[in-house]
Nanobody, 122 residues
Framework: QVQLMESGGGLVQTGGSLRLSCAAS????????MGWYCQAPGKQRELVAV???????NYADSVKGRFTISRANAQNMVYLQMNDLKPEDTAVYYC????????????????WGQGTQVTVSS
């Protein structure tokens, strides 16, 4: 079983910054990608940023130039540095990991964190 533990959410004013962290632990052989998704009230969960083990990144257009995703591979951790936050960034942010488990049959598994609330006041 794999667990993702997120931290770093909170309340910030418009223009402020937050840094989210996510640590993956458990029966992981290798992580192929880690990323962040957000879900605002009444909306579907959507991609914020993803980082593959090869170093490729993908960002939502709305966060390009403001958010940066990075990873500490040895620790299976991923970070999201969020700068110049806006009220429309308010959402629950979820960490997602795509991984291969320790059993050879556990390929292309997906795990989600519980989410961390980010609130940006105007």
């Amino acid at each position: 079983q794999v667990q993702l533990m997120e931290s770093g959410g909170g309340l910030v004013q418009t223009g402020g910054s937050l840094r989210l962290s996510c640590a993956a632990s458990g029966s992981i052989r290798s992580v192929t990608a880690m990323g962040w998704y957000c879900q605002a009230p009444g909306k579907q969960r959507e991609l914020v940023a993803v980082l593959t083990s090869g170093g490729s990144t993908n960002y939502a257009d709305s966060v390009k130039g403001r958010f940066t995703i990075s990873r500490a591979n040895a620790q299976n951790m991923v970070y999201l540095q969020m700068n110049d936050l806006k009220p429309e960034d308010t959402a629950v942010y979820y960490c997602k990991a795509e991984y291969d488990g320790v059993r050879l049959s556990d390929l292309r598994r997906v795990a989600w964190g519980q989410g961390t609330q980010v609130t940006v006041s105007s």
